[in-house]
């Protein structure tokens, strides 16, 4: 695939005041962080929801336990994926019963993921509620699912990508949106 870099949408900074203000957003709706669990979706969710966390402990001084989430087996596409897929652990380590889970992702695209990630939630019990916090919204919805808390609404075409780097996995914190060229 021959992809055409257009433009960082995120720098590091954008992407560090997206996630406070979506911290303040749970704490706000919430009324608080009591009965909170996160959840990482892996693999950029992952250490989103870790910042979260740090957010909200320095906001409201309470450590919010924080768990990972791995959706591979999950996944409606899994057959595309190949014969083999890679599955990686998931670590939720208190109960979900009666909880509000915040599921924490990268990118909402086509709801897909979320979809898969709402399933594997519910094997490990019943939450009082699930919400969505995402960093990016880039629209072209498949299914009805819609985030609580967004850092930014990217409206995208489906010739563009969008990526998110986090520095815990590839060394550096931006966004960026490319575009699928002709080859």
Request: proline share 4%; glycine share 6%; with cysteine.
């Given at each position: 695939m021959?992809?055409?870099?257009?433009?960082v949408?995120?720098?590091?900074e954008?992407?560090?005041?997206?996630?406070?203000?979506?911290?303040?957003?749970?704490?706000?709706?919430?009324?608080?962080?009591?009965?909170?669990?996160l959840?990482g979706?892996?693999?950029?969710?992952a250490p989103?929801?870790?910042?979260v966390?740090?957010?909200?402990?320095?906001?409201?001084g309470?450590?919010?336990p924080?768990g990972?989430?791995?959706?591979?087996?999950?996944?409606d596409?899994?057959?595309?994926?190949?014969?083999?897929?890679?599955?990686?652990?998931?670590?939720?380590?208190?109960?979900?019963?009666?909880?509000?889970?915040?599921?924490?992702?990268?990118?909402?695209?086509?709801?897909?993921?979320?979809?898969?990630?709402?399933?594997a939630?519910?094997?490990?019990?019943?939450?009082r509620s699930?919400?969505?916090?995402v960093?990016?919204?880039r629209?072209?919805?498949?299914?009805?699912?819609?985030?609580?808390?967004?850092?930014?609404?990217?409206?995208?075409?489906?010739?563009?990508?969008?990526?998110?780097?986090?520095?815990?996995?590839?060394?550096?914190?931006?966004?960026?949106?490319?575009?699928?060229?002709?080859e």
């Amino acid at each position: 695939m021959n992809l055409t870099r257009k433009a960082v949408i995120m720098n590091q900074e954008e992407m560090r005041r997206a996630i406070l203000r979506i911290s303040y957003e749970i704490i706000e709706a919430n009324r608080g962080i009591a009965d909170l669990v996160l959840v990482g979706i892996r693999k950029r969710g992952a250490p989103l929801a870790e910042r979260v966390q740090k957010h909200l402990k320095e906001i409201e001084g309470v450590q919010v336990p924080l768990g990972v989430l791995d959706i591979t087996l999950y996944r409606d596409d899994i057959s595309a994926i190949g014969a083999n897929p890679l599955v990686e652990s998931t670590e939720i380590p208190v109960s979900i019963e009666n909880k509000v889970v915040v599921l924490v992702d990268d990118v909402i695209f086509t709801g897909r993921t979320v979809r898969a990630a709402l399933d594997a939630v519910m094997d490990y019990g019943r939450p009082r509620s699930i919400q969505l916090a995402v960093l990016l919204d880039r629209g072209h919805r498949e299914l009805p699912i819609r985030a609580d808390y967004v850092g930014r609404q990217v409206p995208t075409s489906l010739r563009e990508i969008v990526k998110v780097c986090v520095q815990e996995t590839d060394g550096s914190d931006e966004v960026t949106i490319s575009e699928i060229g002709e080859e």
